[in-house]
């Protein structure tokens, strides 16, 4: 067999290019359309900053009338969480950003009902007791960043900031965003695409540019699901639960939309390529480098999973099966192994199936992106097998 392959295979779909050494992620991709319902779908895969894998396949739309290509982008909801970590770490790592610092000090405002001791690091780790806004926020309210970031400045936290981790599904890109947005002049969209994705050439945006559209791939509602799912299947019935996955509620309906791809939702509405994805992820996989450039310090890359401590999540509780871990922005991969075998791997899943992971030890980052989107918030088996996969190839 050749050290490079080509598959061209249009019964299943597939194509792009698979160094032989990792075949058994081919095999698991092509698996994910024959047993797994995958409807269009890519995954890459870069080690040692070399990209070894660059798969894609399917179709763009439930109509089935468009091939997923090269260069089709789709939504990657929580997936976007990765990049805006990013964006923190580079303001602390120029010494812009005090992590240990209250969010106040950048964001006056923000010391409201009780929060003046909040610190910047409880944003990146979910920690500081915002979930989702305790007032009715309708999907217009999400699309208006002014009225977004005042509400969360206002509002008193569900549980002592600190304490517990607790998904900020939503409001997580608004809250780092906007300390980025204080600290820059810039929201994290623009930071974003001067500082990392422009330079290293990534198709990842926050949103979608209008003259994108044509190439953005049609979200197809969770097969168990008609809309975004109900806190009640995630984790616990509880307030902060129901206002993190709930106010609004946002599904594939909404994700299709010109407004939501128009708008600026940092935790959620990111579109790109699985090449990009793990583009950026492998900034963090490569020590802070990617493709010959240095966006980070060495010491500024490994302190993204600097753990925060493990406790079961107050938003996705038994979701997760038990306890979880995050480190200043992206899940530790730990016990259950949701990035791979080694536990100090980190990533972070997309609603619904995407993927970004990055394991600096092995040297390896992958991106899984896709349009068919499954009934979990994390975990998705077609994720499961492609990481079994690249493991077992290593």
Known sequence: MPAHETHNDR??????????RFAAVREAFEENFRER???GAAVAVIVGGKTVVDLWGGWADVARTRPWERDTVVNVWSTTKGPVA???HLLADRGLLDLDAPVAAYWP???ASGKERVRVRHLLSHRAGLSGLREPHSLEDLYDWELTTARLAAMEPWWEPGTRSGYHALTYGFLVGEVVRRVTGLRPRAFLEREVTGPLGLDFTIGLPAKESGRAAEMVHARAEPSGGRATDFGQP???AVAALTNPAVGATEANSPRWRAAEIPAANGHGTAR?????YGVFAGRGSHDGRRILSPEAAERVREGQGSCRDLVLGAGFGG??????????SGAHGSYGPNPRAFGHDGFGGSCGLADPDAGVSLGYVMNRMGSRIADDPRKTALVEALYRAL
């Not at 597939?14 to 032989?20: L, P, Q, R, S, V």
């Not at 306890?323 to 530790?332: I, S, V």
């Open 276 to 280: 990009a994805v793990a583009g950026l």
């Open 37 to 39: 319902g995958e409807l």
């Open 109 to 111: 405002e923000f010391a």
């Open 11 to 20: 019964r299943s779909l597939t194509n792009g290019h698979c160094d032989a």
């Open 86 to 88: 990013l964006c923190a």
């Open 238 to 240: 509880a307030p902060a």
């Open 323 to 332: 306890e979880t871990e995050l480190g200043l922005g992206l899940w530790l």
